[in-house]
């Protein structure tokens, strides 16, 4: 199975500064078909994860463009360009490149200094 | 709007079984792969199942393999997970999402494996 490792595992960010979030893959995750099976999902206190971002570094309808995702191959990269108090939660990036056994990274929390 | 709403879960013994449905609304359902994911308490997420559109291709993660089956129909809109042998590490939040890549969530159902 495909391992996601994501880095750090909390971090607490004062408003308005930026945040970054690593997640690292065990192999590859470009398909052959030139796509990169590379999700972001953040889960609000209290709610489902949301889709933030899709193939690497696509936003999904009405996520902020303070979201950006990068990276290639293994490693990849979430950041947030102003944190905003709506953004404490669990990120969690996800592979989808290994059927049948997508897997997600452990998390990382977010908070709000 | 998009919507998704899990139903079925519940208290259940080591070795019982349960039924979880999901239904889906807001979209054409008919045209999309839809999977489910669960969350067990205070942990993060795993990825469970997910079938094609017409429900030629299931796919399982290797933990829930034989004993859970995924399962759909069309005409009502409606995503299953039948779940037999439950453990106590099958408790969990189990939400229904829309897509492979998961891009709609329901608010999931909870399911405790439990004596």
């Known amino acids: 199975d495909i391992v996601m490792t994501q880095t750090p595992l909390s971090l607490s960010v004062t408003p308005g500064q930026p945040a970054s979030i690593s997640c690292k893959s065990s192999?590859?995750?470009?398909?052959?078909?030139?796509?990169?099976?590379l999700y972001w999902y953040l889960q609000k206190p209290g709610q489902p994860p949301q889709l933030l971002i899709y193939?690497?570094?696509n936003r999904f309808s009405g996520v902020p463009d303070r979201f950006s995702g990068s990276g290639s191959g293994t490693d990849f990269t979430l950041k947030i360009s102003r944190v905003e108090a709506e953004d404490v939660g669990v990120y969690y990036c996800?592979?989808?490149?290994?059927?049948?056994?997508?897997?997600f990274g452990q998390g990382t929390k977010l908070e709000i200094k | 709007e998009v919507q998704l709403v899990e139903s079925g879960g519940g208290l259940v013994q080591p070795g019982g079984s349960l039924r979880l449905s999901c239904a889906a609304s807001?979209?054409?359902?008919?045209?999309?792969?839809m999977s489910w994911v669960r969350q067990a308490p205070g942990k993060g997420l795993e990825w469970v199942a997910n079938?094609?559109?017409?429900?030629?291709?299931?796919y399982y993660v290797d933990s829930v393999k034989g004993r859970f089956t995924i399962s759909r129909d069309n005409a009502k809109n409606s995503l299953y997970l039948q779940m037999n042998s439950l453990r106590a590490e099958d408790t969990a939040v189990y939400y229904c999402?829309?897509?492979?890549?998961?891009?709609?969530w329901g608010k999931g159902t909870t399911v405790t494996v439990s004596s």
């Open positions: 996800l592979q989808t490149i290994q059927l049948p056994s997508y897997t």
């Open positions: 999402a829309r897509e492979w890549y998961m891009d709609v």
């Open positions: 807001g979209f054409t359902f008919s045209g999309y792969w």
């Open positions: 193939e690497v570094s």
């Open positions: 192999q590859s995750l470009l398909h052959s078909n030139g796509k990169t099976y």
């Open positions: 079938i094609k559109q017409d429900g030629s291709e299931k």
